[in-house]
Each structure stands twice: as structure tokens, then as C-alpha cells.
């Protein structure tokens, strides 16, 4: 495995991480859960993603029984507020109120004394930026993160929130991003290298999709996520039959350059040096080792332009955030 540093801050982060979104929040049992996470850390994986909305808690407190068995300096973590956390409406976004108690419910799931880094998990216009920001800021400087990022925000709330305090707030953005969502590229990459803010992307697998596992015109694999009713909520924004005929495209390709399609889509996305981690999902350990092989694989001029040529124009190139509405990609 190898490591790279996250924007402007002193974290090292592994090229490859592991997210516990749809998994490990419920839709994957305790024992897997556990076996996919010590898979990781046995394969060199060291940064872990997870958020306070995945399970409505659920997801932190399983990872909290695992990881707290490691040393805490053996690991980067990461968690993240927004989300809706009960039936209350109003239990959610970045209000001050609702980010001071919602960092003390992480940790407490989680159970140490602090994250390494807090991320907004979206923006919220309903609380004055000015609030937001101080109210994160205070996280830090109460020790409870080391560094903060955001996820999905547009550069316009990213410049207003640098202006009200400079470039060293945020050292990180977590953009949906893959052979399919290449939309960050244009919107995000280049104003967050400027500020020192480094890209940890999800979905680089497109949930499966770039594992060449669904095939057009068959029935979803019985054991796979779009099987899967619990798991299965954000199909839509990846799996349509343009998607799945361009990955059987990209299937030569692969073995043309002597990999595995998920490697060769891992490696896709780390191909980019802004991008410090790709954070993948993993259903069982296998695939996190899998996974983790991509890490340090480069590709050539040659398998970049055949990738670029069976993809051909499927590829989301539009802003991140109007794409994401359309797809109507839910955070529960
Ligand atoms: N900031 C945000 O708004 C946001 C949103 C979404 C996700 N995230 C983060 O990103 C993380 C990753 O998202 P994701 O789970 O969608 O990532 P992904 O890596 O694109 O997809 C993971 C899924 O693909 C399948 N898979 C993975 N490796 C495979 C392999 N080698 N061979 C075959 N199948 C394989 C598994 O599903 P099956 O085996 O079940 O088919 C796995 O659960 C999340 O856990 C979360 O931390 C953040």
C-alpha cells in the first residue's frame, strides 16, 4: 500500500480506504463487517470513512468496537455531519447547536476522543455560513478533530467559506467520483489544489458497476448490492444499460493491460494527483484485498486513451451537485 499526504495537512492517508456507507451501517452482518476491516488494515489500509447518518449511528458504533482495538495513531479517521439522525426534521444540517452535539455522539460511538478529520457531509443554506464555520472550527480547537473537509459542496460555497477564514479551514473534499462521475474534475479539483484541499473520493467503484459484475440485459447478481433492497437505495445514479455496456467495453482494455477491471478503475482514479484516496466499500474481505492491490499500479498514455474510447461519451461530466439531484441520491 501506498500513502499520500492529505491537501495541506500532516495526515498520510492510503491511496486505497475503506468506507462503511451502505455496509457496515446494517446491510452487511457484524461478523463481515468486522473480517472486511481487519482485512484492511492487514492489507496496509489505514484510512477509514465513515458518517453519523450511515445507520443513524450504526455504522460508527460498529467501527467503533473494531477499530478501538487497534492502536489510535494506526489509523486516519474520518466521520461526518449533516445527515437526518431521527424522525425529527429538524435533527439534522450544521447548525452550532447541532454540530456540537453531533461530534460528542461520534465520538462517543465511536468511541475515542477524537476524529481525524470532520467533514460537512453536504451544505446547508439554512444556517448563515458564518455559524457553520465557526461552530466546525470550534471542534478543532476543542480537540475533537484534527482537521475539517467537506463533501459535495459547490465552489461557491467553498470560496465563501475560504473567505471567511482562509484556506487552511478545509484540507479535504469528498467528491463522488469515477470512470462514470467525472464531474469533480472540472468543478472541484483545480479551486481545491489552490487551497490546499485534497480530494477523498467515493463510489471510485461506482458501487460495483466498474467491477463488470452487472451485465446488460441480466439480472443483477443475487448476492451483489443492486440485489439488495437495504443496499440498493442509490442504484440509480450508476446503473443504467449505457454504464454497463461501456464497462463491457472496458473489459479488453483491462486485460489488454493485464489487469482486473476493479484495479484498472482504482487505478483510473488515483491516476490523478489531487486525488489523495480512493474509498471504496467492500461486502466481504476479499474484495478489500482485491481492492487494496490497486494502489501504486500506474497506466500508461495508451490504456488512458482506450479507457477515454470505450467509455466514449456516458461519462457525468456535469456540476456534481445538479447531477446528484437529478439521480435523487439519498443519505440514510
Ligand atoms: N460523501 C458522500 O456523500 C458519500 C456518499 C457515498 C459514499 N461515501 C463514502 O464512500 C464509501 C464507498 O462508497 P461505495 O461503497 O459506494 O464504494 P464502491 O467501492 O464504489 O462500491 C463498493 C461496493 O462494490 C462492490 N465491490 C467492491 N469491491 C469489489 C470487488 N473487488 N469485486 C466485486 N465487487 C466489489 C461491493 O458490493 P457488493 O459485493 O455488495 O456488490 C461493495 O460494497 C462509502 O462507504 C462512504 O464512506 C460518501
Redesign the pocket.
Given at each position: 500500500m501506498r500513502y499520500r499526504k492529505l491537501g495541506s495537512s500532516d495526515l498520510e492517508v492510503s491511496e486505497i480506504s475503506?468506507?462503511?456507507?451502505?455496509?457496515y451501517s446494517g446491510g452487511v452482518e457484524a461478523d463481515r463487517t468486522r473480517a472486511c476491516t481487519e482485512a484492511a488494515f492487514d492489507a496496509g489500509i489505514t484510512f477509514f470513512?465513515?458518517?453519523n447518518v450511515?445507520g443513524r449511528g450504526a455504522a460508527e458504533s460498529a467501527w467503533g468496537e473494531i477499530l478501538s482495538a487497534h492502536p489510535r495513531d494506526s489509523y486516519v479517521l474520518a466521520t461526518?455531519v449533516w445527515g437526518q439522525m431521527s424522525d425529527d426534521p429538524a435533527d439534522r444540517g450544521l447548525a452550532p447547536a447541532q454540530i456540537a452535539r453531533q461530534i460528542d455522539a461520534s465520538l462517543t460511538r465511536l468511541r475515542t476522543d477524537h476524529v481525524d478529520l470532520y467533514?460537512a457531509?453536504?451544505f446547508d443554506p439554512d444556517v448563515p455560513i458564518e455559524d457553520t464555520v465557526e461552530a466546525l472550527q470550534k471542534v478543532v480547537q476543542q480537540g475533537k478533530a484534527r482537521y475539517l473537509g467537506f463533501?459535495?459542496w459547490t465552489p461557491e460555497q467553498i470560496g465563501a467559506a475560504i473567505a471567511i477564514a482562509g484556506p487552511e479551514l478545509f484540507v479535504s473534499s469528498?467528491p463522488?467520483y469515477?470512470m462514470l462521475w467525472q464531474a469533480p474534475e472540472a468543478e472541484v479539483f483545480g479551486l481545491c489544489a489552490d487551497n490546499g484541499i485534497g480530494q477523498v473520493v467515493?463510489?471510485?467503484?461506482?458501487?460495483?458497476v466498474?467491477?463488470g459484475?452487472y451485465r446488460p440485459g441480466e439480472p443483477v447478481p443475487e448476492?451483489?448490492?443492486?440485489a439488495?433492497e437495504s443496499?440498493g437505495v442509490?442504484r440509480d445514479i450508476v446503473y443504467h444499460d449505457d454504464a454497463l455496456e461501456a464497462v463491457q467495453r472496458l473489459v479488453p482494455v483491462a486485460e489488454g493491460a493485464g489487469l482486473t477491471l476493479?484495479t484498472l478503475a482504482l487505478a483510473w482514479v488515483l491516476r490523478r494527483g489531487e486525488v489523495a484516496s480512493a474509498?471504496?466499500?467492500?461486502?466481504?474481505p476479499?474484495?478489500v484485498h482485491?481492492?487494496a492491490a490497486a494502489s501504486g499500479v500506474r497506466l500508461t498514455d495508451d490504456v488512458l486513451a482506450a479507457v477515454d474510447e470505450a467509455l466514449g461519451d456516458v461519462p457525468v461530466t456535469g456540476p456534481t451537485l445538479a447531477s446528484l439531484a437529478r439521480a435523487g441520491v439519498r443519505?440514510r
Open positions: 475503506l468506507g462503511s456507507w451502505l455496509t470513512d465513515t458518517a450511515y461526518k467533514q457531509h453536504r463533501s459535495e469528498q463522488q469515477s467515493w463510489s471510485p467503484l461506482a458501487q460495483g466498474l467491477t459484475k448476492d451483489s448490492r443492486f439488495s443496499m442509490a476493479p474509498i471504496t466499500g467492500a461486502s466481504r476479499e474484495q482485491a481492492n443519505h
